[in-house]
């Protein structure tokens, strides 16, 4: 391939990342697949073998915040935090680690809140939220264990604020496989630090 056609390549893949983080941040999108499609039909790049990657949205979504919501949307993860540190003190005894855009930081006020738990025992979460007359949802989410893609159990949690909890029930053996595809995580202890760091920096 001709380097100016990499050239153009290159700068299609750039400009469909804007174009998905613009979609990710004004219009409630959290899906990063379904941003990149809608970039690509808006933009006339369907057919394009060449989207960015999630890190690539990831980062031009950093950008955008900084530069067009640099006063919105550090409140706005800020609280999303407090909801998310909220639910995983309820959730205390089945020691939850957060995950996604509410921990990196991306999360936006269409965002939801991803927390994992590691446990064999599904059933256990389960009566907890049931005992607690915790509204919720049970559902499935797709990870990637083990080396390949697999579904495991979810339960989303409706709260009074309007933001769902999502929260996925991985195997106990998965939380010492050191699989980085599951994504960062953050306990309790690591939430709590981020909230202080703005309060510290306010």
Do not use: C
Not at 77 to 90: I, K, P, Y
Request: hydrophobic letters at 40%; glycine letters at 6%; a neutral charge.
């Amino acid at each position: 391939m001709s380097k100016d056609r990499l050239h153009r390549r290159d700068l299609m893949r750039e400009r469909l990342a804007h174009h998905a983080a613009r979609l990710m941040a004004e219009g409630g999108i959290t899906d990063y697949a379904f941003a990149k499609r809608k970039a690509a039909k808006q933009m006339g790049a369907e057919d394009t073998q060449h989207l960015p990657s999630n890190d690539e949205v990831e980062m031009a979504l950093r950008s955008f915040r900084a530069l067009y919501q640099s006063e919105s949307h550090p409140l706005a993860l800020h609280q999303l935090r407090q909801q998310a540190l909220a639910a995983m003190q309820l959730l205390e005894s089945f020691h939850p680690f957060l995950t996604g855009s509410v921990l990196n930081g991306t999360a936006g006020e269409h965002s939801d809140i991803n927390l994992l738990v590691y446990s064999d025992d599904e059933k256990a979460i389960m009566m907890f939220l049931l005992k607690h007359n915790l509204p919720f949802e049970g559902d499935e989410w797709s990870v990637h264990l083990a080396g390949r893609q697999q579904t495991v159990p979810s339960f989303t949690l409706k709260t009074e604020t309007g933001v769902p909890v999502n929260i996925a029930v991985l195997p106990e053996n998965a939380r010492h496989s050191g699989n980085r595809k599951i994504g960062k995580q953050a306990d309790m202890g690591a939430v709590k630090r981020l909230l202080d760091e703005r309060v510290d920096n306010e």
